[in-house]
């Protein structure tokens, strides 16, 4: 018992200030606190130092819950505390930009939720403020560190499937259909444009987008429709029905680098559909295919197999050769969306050891935000929108 209290105490450690206190606040603490029990070669283990909200009472109680050392309720006292290494941000997206800049001119990491902002505009100076002051940072598209979906990485890099002529890509949600769902506050700040900066495109496709040019290069150019079905919400903040800026659906094609058509869509008026996440690949020799709901599972079809047996194959990616499984159970035993998130802390933590960078960087993140603002600006044009992107 001594060696192993010697062994944990010899760990460098990684003191984090968490602001936000929502969903991703805990998918967050969560993951600070389990990545060292799994991935225990680690040089680093995270403290959780302070946490940062608004409300005092509730961010005491979330303080308690999650076991931070302590809390503060203004994010600009936190940055200045001796005693924070990183800064991770949780808030909503029109907040993201002050609070990372502040914290990389104060020479604390950033790790940053996604999208890195609302706009390219808010986006770019983060990216120069990180650079200059040279600090760490990462932005938290998890979907890359799923097993499956990185395992889908390494048969694509590999060249098993070819050239690539296809890739597309759904996210379905339903839950804003009701037209009394207010927008605005607490909870409700995706629905308000002056929060979020958009809706599906910046939420639910900037994933899409983030995982399809991980996977298959830059895009080069977007042609998109959208969609806002209620246009006129109660605001819990203001107090009156105001109009809805946010785009409700999303479908956009394109061009990829590699010369591969790309096909996209997001709703969040897909009845039926609570968080369905899927892509598919098709290639000159082989296609892949992952679905969410079943996300320890990828299935790949490969065309040079016997035609007797020829057909998709369902792979349960949970063997210890298996991207990050090894740290888990046995074979055949899943894990879960929690664990993307333990994923990613290990690799920022291993990134602290090696030097390299944390991927996605923010720097990375700007080409999502730059496809993400093309997509909405050629909805509202009606015409095709080079991204600019630089993959």
């Known amino acids: 018992m001594n060696v192993m209290i010697t062994k944990i105490k010899d760990k460098k450690t990684l003191r984090i200030g968490l602001i936000g206190y929502g969903l991703m606040g805990r998918a967050h ?17 995270p ?3 302070a946490v940062c909200a608004r409300n005092e009472e509730r961010v005491k109680v979330f303080a308690d ?24 941000i949780c808030v909503p997206n029109n907040m993201h930009a002050e609070i990372a800049i502040a914290a990389a001119e104060a020479g604390k990491m950033v790790l940053c939720e996604k999208p890195l902002a609302g706009t390219v505009v808010e986006a770019q100076p983060m990216v120069d403020a990180v650079e200059k002051a040279g600090v760490k940072n990462t932005v938290w598209y998890n979907y890359r560190r799923v097993p499956a979906v990185t395992l889908a990485k390494q048969l694509v890099d590999s060249g098993k499937l070819g050239k690539i002529f296809h890739y597309r890509a759904n996210f379905l949600q339903d839950w804003t259909i009701n037209p009394d769902l207010p927008q605005g506050g607490e909870g409700l700040w995706r629905l308000d444009t002056e929060a979020a900066g958009s809706g599906v495109t910046g939420d639910l496709l900037a994933h899409c987008i983030d995982t399809a040019m991980w996977l298959n ?14 246009k006129e919400r109660f605001h ?11 785009d409700d659906a999303c ?67 949970t063997d210890d050769d298996q991207p990050y499984m090894d740290k888990w159970w046995v074979p055949g035993l899943s894990i879960g969306y929690e664990h993307t998130f333990v994923h990613q802390v290990a690799d920022f933590l291993k990134s602290l050891e090696t030097g390299h960078p944390c991927s996605p960087t923010f720097t990375e993140a700007l080409e999502t935000q730059k496809v993400c603002e093309a997509v909405l600006s050629s909805a509202k044009s009606r015409s095709w929108k080079e991204t600019g992107v630089q993959w």
């Open 29 to 45: 603490s969560n993951a600070y606190k389990r990545v060292g029990d799994f991935f225990t070669e680690l040089e680093y283990r």
């Open 47 to 49: 403290i959780l130092k």
């Open 251 to 317: 479908i956009f094609h394109c061009h990829f680098d590699n010369g591969s058509l790309g096909l996209f869509e997001s709703t969040r008026y897909a009845r039926g559909h609570k968080a369905h996440y899927t892509f598919e690949i098709n290639g000159e020799h082989a296609s892949i295919r992952w679905d969410l709901h079943d996300l320890t599972r990828l299935e790949y079809f490969d065309y040079s197999d016997d035609s007797i047996v020829r057909g998709w194959r369902s792979i349960h990616v």
């Open 65 to 88: 819950q999650w076991g931070y050392e302590s809390f503060e309720t203004d994010w600009r006292a936190l940055i200045a505390r001796g005693d924070i290494d990183a800064i991770d």
């Open 236 to 246: 819990q903040l203001t107090g009156k029905v105001q109009k809805v800026g946010i």
């Open 217 to 230: 290069g830059g895009i080069k150019d977007v042609s998109a429709v959208t969609e806002t079905f209620i």
